[in-house]
């Protein structure tokens, strides 16, 4: 399968470096299987570049894969963006946007209940991420070729 990585420079071996924000699925190298989503994530910088991968899973990694938006899914992404740490080598789901992070952020707050998290939790438009999480998982890609694309 091929995936993307949005971003601002080539990256030929990507790295798993740990930033000062809790990103949904916790520290890992973020890619997404939606090239556009991939777009939307490098057009944050000067120079927006978008790095091709061949992903061919490892059976033996430890795999988490929410196939929607689930309960499990949000209680997840609130312990990861709380700093939770956990053992999973990849993880795969639906992006938590900026949208839905203010969504997330008033639920840990209480200003939500889940009830109504759930009911302001719809997309305009797919999202898709996969968090390579351990540096073994990284061996699971193939760097393809990076490309520039315009603001």
């Known amino acids: 399968m091929q995936i993307y990585h949005g971003g601002y420079c080539k990256i030929e071996y990507p790295e798993i470096r740990e930033g000062k924000y809790a990103k949904d699925f916790g520290i ?28 061919v899973l490892d059976g033996n990694l430890k795999l988490l894969h ?27 789901g639906a992006m ?8 997330i952020s008033d639920y840990v707050n209480g200003i939500l209940t ?6 302001l939790a719809k997309f305009k438009h797919p999202t898709h991420q996969i968090s390579f999480c351990t540096k ?7 760097f393809i070729q990076s490309e520039e694309v315009g603001k």
């Open 28 to 55: 890992g190298f973020y890619c997404t299987e939606l090239q556009e989503q991939a777009i939307r994530w490098a057009k944050r910088y000067d120079t927006p570049t978008i790095n091709h991968y061949d992903f």
């Open 66 to 92: 929410f196939a929607e938006m689930t309960e499990e899914w949000l209680d997840f992404i609130v312990d990861c963006r709380n700093g939770i740490s956990h053992d999973y080598d990849i993880v795969i």
């Open 96 to 103: 938590a946007n900026d949208q839905v992070y203010n969504y």
């Open 114 to 119: 889940r009830e109504q998290f759930w009911v």
């Open 136 to 142: 073994r998982s990284l061996n699971c890609l193939t």
